[in-house]
């Protein structure tokens, strides 16, 4: 057993968390206290009321989500809204939430994870936000061709859009949305990008401007960082963990 403060102080302090800028709906940190004491870590990567459900029935007390349950609020606490309020509650689970600062991370956020996923080393920032780097790239040897396999063998939906170099030198990642990292990949001068989704119409601009993107899932690209700062309390701490999957095909 430990005590709730400890696993919010150090999975503050691990990620940084002071240091990013975030959305306002993110409120990254401690979401829905719990008794103080943790008995076993959960890692998703949404807070919803069927994630709630699937950890409590397993006993999680201490849940680590992605995407918080702040992104639409303030709601009125009724529906699904308190349906979600009332599992933690009811089941003693906390809830701590971490958005860009585990996309950032340099050894366990999202971006750095995928890149080393492929066997890539992820050298340099990509996408800074607030003088803080969200995603990275990696030097690449091999064929666009060979990237999208590796890929293949990841990620269960793999959407190419080719219209770069058939041998790129350089790979950005910005895993979840990549909206906003268009604009930066457009900025730089690399032609290749691995996210997770875009909106339809940055399939243009790909065109126009010679670009591959490589769209692997929102949720798919995001399951890391969850897992790895859930091991990390699991070994730090000596408590059992696990992953809840909830299998979003987005």
Same mark, same amino acid.
């Given at each position: 057993?430990?005590?709730?403060?400890?696993?919010?102080?150090?999975? $503050?302090?691990?990620?940084?968390?002071?240091?990013?800028?975030?959305?306002?709906? %993110?409120?990254?940190? *401690?979401? +829905?206290? @719990?008794?103080?004491?943790?008995?076993?870590?959960?890692?998703?990567?949404?807070?919803?009321? +069927?994630?709630?459900?699937?950890?409590?029935?397993?006993? +999680?007390?201490?849940?680590?989500?992605?995407?918080?349950?702040?992104?639409?609020?303030?709601?009125?606490?009724?529906?699904?809204?308190?349906?979600?309020?009332?599992? *933690?509650?009811?089941?003693?689970?906390?809830?701590?939430? @971490?958005? #860009?600062?585990?996309?950032?991370?340099?050894?366990?956020?999202? @971006?750095?994870?995928?890149?080393?996923?492929?066997?890539?080393?992820?050298?340099?920032?990509?996408?800074?936000?607030?003088?803080?780097?969200?995603?990275?790239?990696?030097?690449?040897?091999?064929?666009?061709?060979? *990237?999208?396999?590796?890929?293949?063998?990841?990620?269960?939906?793999?959407?190419?859009?080719?219209? !770069?170099?058939?041998?790129?030198?350089?790979? %950005?990642?910005?895993?979840?949305?990549? @909206?906003?990292?268009?604009?930066? #990949?457009?900025?730089?001068?690399?032609?290749?990008?691995?996210? !997770?989704?875009?909106?339809?119409?940055?399939?243009?601009?790909?065109?126009?401007?010679?670009?591959? +993107?490589?769209?692997? !899932?929102?949720? %798919?690209?995001?399951?890391?960082?969850?897992?790895?700062?859930? %091991?990390?309390?699991?070994?730090?701490?000596? #408590?059992?963990?696990?992953?809840?999957?909830?299998? $979003?095909?987005?």
């Amino acid at each position: 057993m430990a005590s709730l403060d400890e696993l919010v102080t150090y999975c $503050n302090e691990r990620t940084r968390l002071s240091a990013y800028t975030d959305s306002p709906g %993110a409120k990254n940190g *401690l979401q +829905v206290a @719990n008794n103080g004491k943790v008995t076993r870590i959960g890692a998703a990567v949404d807070a919803g009321l +069927v994630p709630f459900e699937l950890a409590a029935a397993r006993g +999680v007390d201490f849940l680590i989500v992605h995407h918080g349950m702040y992104w639409d609020m303030p709601q009125l606490l009724t529906g699904p809204v308190y349906q979600r309020v009332r599992t *933690l509650i009811e089941s003693n689970c906390a809830l701590y939430s @971490n958005h #860009l600062p585990l996309d950032g991370h340099p050894e366990i956020g999202n @971006n750095a994870l995928l890149a080393r996923q492929l066997g890539l080393t992820p050298d340099q920032p990509f996408m800074i936000i607030a003088g803080e780097a969200v995603g990275y790239s990696a030097p690449y040897t091999r064929t666009r061709a060979e *990237l999208q396999t590796q890929l293949e063998s990841h990620y269960e939906r793999v959407v190419p859009i080719n219209c !770069g170099s058939d041998a790129p030198r350089r790979i %950005a990642f910005c895993t979840g949305s990549g @909206n906003s990292a268009m604009k930066e #990949l457009i900025k730089s001068d690399i032609d290749t990008m691995v996210t !997770g989704e875009l909106r339809e119409e940055w399939f243009n601009v790909a065109q126009e401007r010679g670009i591959n +993107v490589f769209l692997c !899932g929102h949720y %798919a690209t995001e399951v890391h960082a969850v897992q790895a700062l859930a %091991a990390e309390l699991s070994a730090k701490f000596d #408590l059992p963990w696990e992953f809840i999957r909830t299998d $979003n095909p987005l």
